[in-house]
C-alpha cells in the first residue's frame, strides 16, 4: 500500500427517481459511534508484502466471522507508504468479540501458516499505532451511505488547546448549520479522540472525485453567507482560539485490500 492519513472528505447527496418524479433525499447513513483507526508505517522495499499480508488479513476476518478492516493509503498531503485501517463499532462491547490479528490467522489458516503470515507480515512495517474516535452526530453530516465507502476521504486532525474542547465543538455546531444552509459541502463525519491522544479531534470528508471540491464553497464564505460578515469574523477567531495545530490529508480507498 502506499501512505495515509485522515482528511474531510465529500460525496454528493443522492436523489432517488420514481416514477412520480424527484424523490426527496435518501437520509444521511448512521455511522457506527466508534472507529478504531490503525495507522502503518511499511518499509519502502516490502510494500508489495505488505499488501499481501493486508489481503489475508481480511482473509481471515471473513473466515472466523467478523467484519474485515477497510484499508486506506495516504494519497496526498501526508507521509509516504503509510496506511490506514479502519474498523467501526456499535459499542465498546463489540470490541471484546473481535479476536487480535494473530489469533484470526491461526484460526483461519492453521497454528504453522497462521504463524508463518503473521511473522512475515509484521517484519513489513516500521511502525505501527492505534486510536479510538468517537463520533460526533450533533456536529455531522454523513453521507447517505457508508458502504461501499467513497474513494477518498480528506482527514484534518485537530489538536486543541487543554480546556478549549468544548468551545470548539460549539463551533463546529455552527459550522455544521451554515454548511447544511449554504449547501455544496460534501458530506462529513467529525470525531473527538476516545483513546490515544487527547485534545484532538477529526474532521472527515467522504468524495469520488478532487473535482468536487472546485464547487465546495470555503469554510470562510459559508458561515458569511450563513450569518454575515461580523459574526463570521466571531466565529473564526473562535476557532483559532482553540486550535494548536491542524494537519489534513487526502487517504484513498483501497478496495483490493479491503473486500478480499
Sequence with gaps: ?????????????????????????????????????????????????????????????????????????????????????????????????????????????????????????????????????????SVSTPPASLDPPAAHVRISRIEVNPGTGGKLETYLGKLKAAQDKVGGTPPVIRYAAALGPQNVYSVAYFFDKYAQWDSAPSIPDVLKKAYGEGEAALLDETSRSCIRSLEAWVLDYRADLSRP
Design 1 to 137: 500500500m502506499r501512505s495515509l492519513r485522515i482528511v474531510p472528505v465529500a460525496l454528493a447527496t443522492l436523489f432517488a427517481a420514481g416514477t412520480g418524479g424527484a424523490q426527496p433525499a435518501a437520509p444521511p447513513a448512521a455511522p457506527s459511534p466508534l472507529v478504531s483507526v490503525t495507522t502503518l508505517t511499511v518499509r519502502s522495499s516490502a510494500l508489495s508484502e505488505f499488501e499481501e499480508y493486508a489481503k489475508k488479513v481480511n482473509q481471515a476476518a471473513i473466515k472466523t466471522g467478523v467484519k474485515p478492516a477497510n484499508f486506506y493509503s495516504v494519497g496526498r498531503g501526508g507521509p509516504g507508504f503509510t496506511y490506514l485501517a479502519t474498523v467501526r463499532y456499535g459499542s465498546w462491547a463489540e470490541m471484546d468479540a473481535r479476536p487480535s490479528v494473530p489469533a484470526m490467522l491461526v484460526r483461519a489458516f492453521g497454528e504453522a501458516e497462521g504463524g508463518k503470515i503473521f511473522r512475515t507480515g509484521t517484519a513489513t512495517i516500521e511502525s505501527l499505532s492505534t486510536v479510538v474516535l468517537r463520533v460526533l452526530p
